[in-house]
């Protein structure tokens, strides 16, 4: 169990930095002890939190690295990233597997919002876990309901194998009804993950939950192995198909077909959800797991309640301001990231080439798992440090929002410095995106109670809005205009 102790000289006039807060376990958390992480000495003091936190030449932060190298359990690190990839792996597949479903759906490319917009249906589950949480007499155990969300999860993935084609009629028009529904039960696996996954890894010891995202970051980054083994985001040749009597030459653009279908990418997708299951029922049975707890008692469902040691510090915690804050802000993060960045990225990096927008897909999906890799070494806590990297996260929002916009013509969109500059943008914009929740989440995992699930509830409320949002930007409106590929 963590708590969050406020160093000496915190928010005093001699600490211009501001509060900082840093990490404090008990006794059973093989971690440094307390005195390792009063940082606001009197020298340090004096320091900035930017400084301090890029400082890796400081004996006592490399001492702190090699410390939590060796007190942990490798076993639980693999396997919390096993369960994590069982979070997100389904729904990002899905929209992976976007340059071949638009060929074959009747929605062209309007599919993506059409589906983010089912991935939002999936918050249903959510809200009744939470719903049953708090009024129900009798709770869910989160052991056996998470044993049924990734099942679910698989079954879906298998479905979606052999029935991802298969359209029907709605109010007149063709529709990919199949794809729409299952997608929902994917959804309904993916959403739920936030509000019962992150959570249940709440009581386990701090370290361990940046695993656990670094796994969430796989669920991406795996399906999108997989589609480059696919084949999927090749530019394709233009091909003389025909002359016209005045000799006019036609071209047409032809793209190497995959080196296999969409089936059996989604069979691949089922055996990863397998073995995020099988990571699950041993993260949740092994004694040796087990011995990973922090030292939190777990009642009513999910809520902690911390021993009395845990008790002594508790008016030390975020005040209700901050607290309010930093839930505030994970809302409006994930109200982009999760509900509007999906639907956009083909309007903002297509119109530079097929190899841009491949390539941002790409890089972008391979920063979260590097982002939350890279939390392991570079852990921080500081509110402030949070809020520079929320406002670096905005002004990289803006840009790829403008590309989108002018889309098919955004700036420089016929010039290679363009096509750098957009790829970057979403690479390093989902990197931070992903290293900034990542910190909010262990701030709040360590204010006890129900925080983590407040966490994942007011993402999936962020990320509903930003869905429906850019759903009837898209469908309903002129704002975002398709780039043909052309010869």
């Known amino acids: 169990m963590s708590r969050y102790h406020r160093g000496r000289g915190a928010g005093s006039p001699t600490n211009p930095a501001g509060p900082v807060y840093g990490v404090i376990s008990t006794l059973d958390d093989a971690t440094p002890s307390p005195a390792d992480f009063a940082r606001c000495s009197s020298l340090e003091a004096k320091k900035s939190e930017l400084s301090l936190f890029l400082n890796w030449g400081v004996p006592q932060k490399n001492m702190e690295i090699s410390s939590k190298l060796r007190n942990r359990s490798w076993l639980v690190d693999v396997l919390a990233i096993f369960f994590g990839i069982g979070t997100w792996l389904g729904v990002n597949g899905t929209f992976i597997q976007l340059p071949l479903l638009v060929d074959e759906a009747p929605e062209g490319w309007s599919l993506p919002s059409y589906l983010s917009v089912m991935v939002q249906i999936g918050n249903l589950g959510p809200l009744l876990y939470t719903a049953i949480q708090k009024y129900s007499p009798k709770k869910l155990n989160d052991g056996w309901t998470i044993h049924g969300v990734l099942l679910v999860g698989a079954i879906s993935c ?4 052999f029935f991802y084609n298969q359209t029907a009629l709605v109010a007149g028009t063709d529709h990919s009804l199949a794809l729409f529904l299952l997608t929902c039960f994917t959804a309904l696996n993916a959403c739920t993950s936030s509000v019962l996954f992150m959570p249940y890894m709440g009581r386990f010891k701090e370290q361990y939950m940046v695993t656990y995202f670094i796994g ?10 997989t589609a480059l083994i696919q084949g999927i985001g090749e530019s394709g040749d233009c091909v003389l198909v025909n002359v016209t009597e005045s000799g006019e030459e036609v071209y047409e653009l032809q793209k190497t077909p995959p080196r296999f279908d969409t089936r059996v990418f989604f069979l691949i997708l089922f055996a990863l959800m397998v073995l995020a299951y099988v990571g699950y029922a041993l993260l949740n049975s092994l004694p040796l797991a087990k011995r ?3 030292q939190v008692t777990v009642s009513e469902g999910n809520k902690y309640v911390y021993g009395e040691a845990d008790n002594q510090q508790e008016a030390e915690k975020l005040s209700k301001g901050q607290y309010t804050y930093l839930l505030l802000l994970i809302g409006a993060i994930s109200l982009f990231s999760n509900g509007m960045f999906g639907s956009i990225q083909s309007y903002s990096s297509a119109p530079y080439g097929a190899q841009a927008y491949h390539l941002a897909a790409t890089l ?4 979260n798992p590097v982002a939350c890799f890279m939390a392991m ?3 921080f806590t500081s509110l402030r440090i949070i809020t520079v990297l929320s406002i670096l996260a905005g002004l990289l929002t803006s840009y790829v929002f403008t590309t989108a916009a002018l889309s098919p013509l955004p700036p420089l969109h016929d010039q290679t410095v363009g096509a750098v500059l957009v790829v970057t943008a979403w690479t390093l914009l989902v990197g931070i995106v992903s290293y900034t929740k990542l910190g909010i989440t262990t701030v709040m995992r360590a204010q006890g109670g129900q925080s983590l699930v ?4 007011i993402t999936q409320l962020g990320s509903a809005i930003g869905a429906v949002a850019i759903f009837f930007a898209i469908n309903y409106s002129d704002l975002f205009q398709a780039a043909e590929s052309n010869c």
């Not at 298998?158 to 194998?161: G, I, N, P, R």
């Not at 407040?454 to 509830?457: D, K, N, R, S, T």
């Open 158 to 161: 298998l479905l979606t194998a």
């Open 216 to 225: 969430e970051g796989l669920s991406g980054l795996l399906p999108s192995v």
């Open 292 to 294: 990973e707890y922090a």
């Open 364 to 367: 972008s999906v391979i920063a």
């Open 377 to 379: 070494f570079l852990h």
């Open 454 to 457: 407040w966490v994942g509830a």
